[in-house]
């Protein structure tokens, strides 16, 4: 069996400004420094064999403290990516609310959602369960940690779970920023553990559109 430890990234800048991160490459802030160290710090005890992370430098810098933990490398895969947002990459949420109600009602009320020129929010998610996949089927009877963010691991986690994309939306919510998710993989399928564990962090920041 392999357990798979997906942590979302820290609180970044973008979060802190309510904005649509995507593939931008915004840092963490200086609170979601300190949840990364946090969340590294919680898990110290924990058997871990190898770290893949986004190669976006949120989630970079989540894993870091990890890494440093072991003297492991990190392993950047792009796959590991948010959804990339297109047009609306880098908008402010209250900025789109108000130009585009009807089509930021829908991001809101599914996972179903294409970006104006850029990715549907479960193809995305898809691209994220078929690397999580390949890294769990290379890493047999081990214990991996994945660091990404909160848009995939959601969809990765309703594709888990069963979860029709209809109303995955509403049943799965964004995990918070550094909480951590388990799933173990038997070989053959992934089965869901727990979801968003952050009960280490005296300050939960939690994102959402």
């Known amino acids: ?37 946090l969340t590294a710090e919680h898990l110290k005890n924990e058997q871990i064999d190898a770290i ?22 990190v392993v950047t ?29 829908r991001m809101r009320e599914t996972l179903d959602f294409t970006h104006p020129g850029g990715e549907n929010w479960w193809d995305s998610g898809v691209r994220f369960y078929k690397k999580a996949l390949e890294i769990a089927k290379g890493n047999p009877d081990r214990t991996v940690l994945i660091v990404a963010h909160g848009g995939v691991i959601r969809v990765f986690w309703s594709l888990v779970c069963g979860t029709p994309k209809e109303v995955a939306a509403q049943k799965h919510p964004y995990a918070t920023n550094a909480s951590y998710s388990i799933v173990n993989f038997d070989g053959e399928r992934f089965i869901p553990v727990q979801y968003s564990i952050d009960s280490h962090l005296p300050e939960v920041t939690h994102f959402t559109i």
């Open 77 to 105: 895969c792009p796959e590991l990516r948010e959804t990339f947002c297109g047009d609306w990459e880098g908008g402010v949420l209250a900025d789109l609310r108000a130009k585009y109600p009807v089509e930021y009602a």
């Open 52 to 73: 893949y992370s986004s190669d976006l430098l949120r989630a970079m810098n989540t894993a870091k403290p990890h890494a440093e933990q072991r003297e492991l490398s």
């Open 1 to 37: 069996m392999t357990k798979v430890i997906l942590i979302r990234h820290g609180e970044s800048e973008a979060n802190q400004l309510s904005t649509l991160a995507g593939f931008s490459d915004y840092q963490l802030t200086e609170l979601g420094f300190e949840q990364a160290k």
